[in-house]
């Protein structure tokens, strides 16, 4: 640490060198993000109230009244307007969250097991490790959807929890999520729904006429719910956000700290001081946008994933992995080949995409940040390097 603090204009200077390696989502180099840039006004907003803190929610009556406003907004969205919720840091966070009610749920269960399917998020491996759950995975079928009934052998007595995905990391697919509920039906387990990427997609998808297989509060045996603003909710990071459908759930196995000054608080969350001003910059940005400037965002979304699944079938030697039902497109060689040579030659040229080793695809995700200019230019490049590789 430096003994004399600097001039503004030197840090300034230091900092933009520093960061000079960062790509900037305006790039168009960025194809494999999940995260974009906030909506100008949410920046604003959030720079505004930074330091809100609802790890304290008794001192901020306001902003925890806000939070609650949100949740009932986003219960009318998925299906549910009676149902409590709160804001994260992300969806890893929420995932968390809910493993840990499905485990706590079920005290009498000493090896307690979750069932996701294959191409859960890690996040899921990374709470099962730290939570002491075992996780049974579900194989999936060759058109990388959930094979079901490997989902129903997978089921047994320790079974605390199962998790159905609506919009997978990698390929951005719904699992069968009614039909994976019909399964555990009556049984006292857990099921939670990671709509992470899916949540702010999902239901403008379905105004715009796609057909959306159910997902959310409106499947009855749903217990709760991941969706995160700062994916396509144009949140600024971090805003993640997780939905309950039982609200006597937080009354038997929230946490309480009972040392605040604003008196004693139950909540789920794994951090104590949490940020109250993206939540706030969310509340702005539904403002902002409302259902129609959210669905106006998706069909741009979706009006340059057709584009890029065109531009995709003109090029030989490589397809797409699953057909996209949201804005997440996969491609994977012709013939089978690896895909990890052809996402280091994009790469070496600085068009990053998320790279699946596991099934063999490179994923793009049409974020509102990707214009059709980036898409035209990323797509000749791959031409190029496809046919140098002669697939
Ligand atoms: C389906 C899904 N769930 C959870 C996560 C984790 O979200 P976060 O990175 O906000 O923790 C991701 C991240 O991409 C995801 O795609």
């Excluded at 509920?181 to 702010?200: Q, R, T």
Aim: proline letters at 4%; aromatic letters at 8%.
């Amino acid at each position: 640490m430096l003994k004399e603090g600097l001039e503004k204009q030197e840090i300034l200077k230091l900092l933009e060198k520093k960061l000079e390696k960062d790509l900037s989502y305006d790039s168009g180099l960025i194809l494999g993000s999940m995260c974009t840039e906030p909506l100008d006004f949410a920046k604003k907003i959030y720079i505004k109230y930074i330091s809100k803190n609802l790890g304290d929610p008794g001192l901020f009556l306001g902003t925890a009244a806000l939070e609650d406003e949100l949740v009932l907004e986003i219960g009318e969205l998925f299906g549910n307007k009676d149902i409590i919720g709160t804001f994260t840091t992300g969806g890893s966070e929420s995932n968390l969250i809910a493993m840990r009610i499905a485990k706590k749920l079920r005290p009498e269960i000493k090896d307690p097991e979750v069932v996701v399917s294959a191409s859960a998020h890690i996040s899921f491996d990374k709470a099962a490790d730290m939570l002491g759950i075992k996780l049974r995975k579900v194989q999936l079928r060759d058109n990388f959807e959930l094979d079901l009934n490997h989902f129903e052998s997978l089921i047994n007595k320790n079974t605390c929890g199962v998790v159905g995905i609506a919009g997978t990391t990698s390929l951005g697919l719904i699992d069968p999520i009614e039909d994976m509920g019909k399964i555990i039906e009556g049984e006292d387990i857990f099921y939670h729904i990671d709509a992470a990427f899916g949540g702010f997609v999902l239901p403008f998808l379905k105004i715009l006429n796609y057909k959306i297989p159910p997902w959310d509060f409106s499947v009855k045996t749903i217990s709760s719910i991941t969706a995160d603003p700062h994916k396509m909710g144009l949140g600024v990071i971090p805003s993640g956000g997780y939905f309950v459908k039982d609200a006597s759930i937080l009354q038997k196995i929230g946490f309480e700290i009972p040392y605040l000054a604003g008196g004693n608080f139950k909540h789920f969350h794994m951090v104590g001081t949490r940020p109250g001003g993206p939540i706030i910059a969310f509340w702005v940005i539904l403002r902002a946008l409302g259902i129609n400037g959210f669905v106006e965002m998706v069909k741009k979304c979706m009006d340059n994933t057709k584009y890029l699944v065109k531009r995709i079938s003109e090029i030989n030697g490589i397809k797409l992995a699953a057909n996209p039902v949201m804005n997440v497109v996969g491609i994977t060689t012709e013939n089978g080949e690896s895909i990890c040579e052809i996402d280091e030659l994009l790469r070496n040229n600085k068009w990053m995409l998320g790279k699946f080793v596991d099934f063999n695809l490179i994923r793009v995700v049409l974020m509102p940040h990707v214009k059709r200019e980036h898409l035209s230019n990323f797509t000749s490049d791959l031409e190029k390097i496809v046919k140098k590789l002669n697939l």
